[in-house]
């Protein structure tokens, strides 16, 4: 079953990325948007623009995972670390390292955040309530912020062709409603806490503006 998209193995993977002492596995972190982008592509061609961004940044990740340095990639902490000490990251503006891991991951981390909200109000949310809304709601809560506007727009268009609720949580393959809903409640915490923990990571050391 591993082409059909299920919940399930969203949130089992961001739940894998947690180490016992908290450091996140990338492996596990791309995983899951891995399957994310699955969903997305079975969503339609008006995602494809969205899913190729977040595919293009999946690669780049892997790349370095199975590169010569791939040991410094295994978690977020070591890349940080890694990349900071050997000054792999553009920091103030687009230079020698447009591509770093650092910026690369920030914006599958940032695209969380988008996940999170989203999926918090779609677990919530009653029978009338509009996937549409609750994505671009989501969305001007937390990603638009670090788009610009025509990507705004663009993403704007995606959602109003979103299924509705009904078929939204069949497309999840996780059971009735219920098992849904239940199912999110018990890993929403673990993404936020994955969320969280690489927020204040970078928080720490002054990478949440990156270029
Ligand atoms: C219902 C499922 C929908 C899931 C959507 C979650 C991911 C949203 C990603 C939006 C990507 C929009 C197109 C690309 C924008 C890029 O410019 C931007 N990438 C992201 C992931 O925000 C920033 O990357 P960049 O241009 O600085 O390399």
Not at 115 to 126: A, G, H, I, K, V
Request: net charge negative; hydrophobic share 40%.
């Amino acid at each position: 079953m591993a082409d059909t998209f299920s919940l399930q193995r969203v949130l089992e993977a961001f739940r894998s990325s947690m180490s016992e002492n908290k450091e996140v596995y990338i492996k596990y972190y791309i995983a899951g948007w891995q399957e994310l982008v699955s969903f997305m592509n079975s969503l339609g061609n008006v995602f494809s623009f969205i899913s190729k961004d977040v595919v293009n940044k999946i690669q780049i990740l892997e790349n370095f995972l199975s590169g010569e340095s791939g040991s410094y990639y295994v978690t977020i902490q070591s890349m940080v670390k890694y990349e900071l000490e050997n000054e792999l990251v553009d920091l103030t503006k687009r230079g020698s390292h447009p591509e770093s891991g650092c910026r690369t991951l920030l914006r599958l981390h940032r695209a969380l955040r988008w996940l999170e909200l989203f999926l918090e109000r779609l677990r919530t949310s009653t029978e009338d309530g509009k996937t549409s809304v609750m994505c671009s709601d989501a969305y001007n809560e937390s990603l638009a912020q670090h788009h610009p506007w025509l990507i705004r727009k663009a993403v704007g268009v995606a959602f109003c062709a979103l299924p509705g609720r009904d078929t939204f949580f069949d497309v999840m393959n996780a059971g009735d409603h219920t098992q849904v809903v239940a199912l999110l409640g018990e890993s929403l915490p673990l993404i936020a806490e994955v969320y969280q923990i690489t927020e204040d990571l970078y928080a720490k050391n002054h990478l949440l503006e990156l270029p």
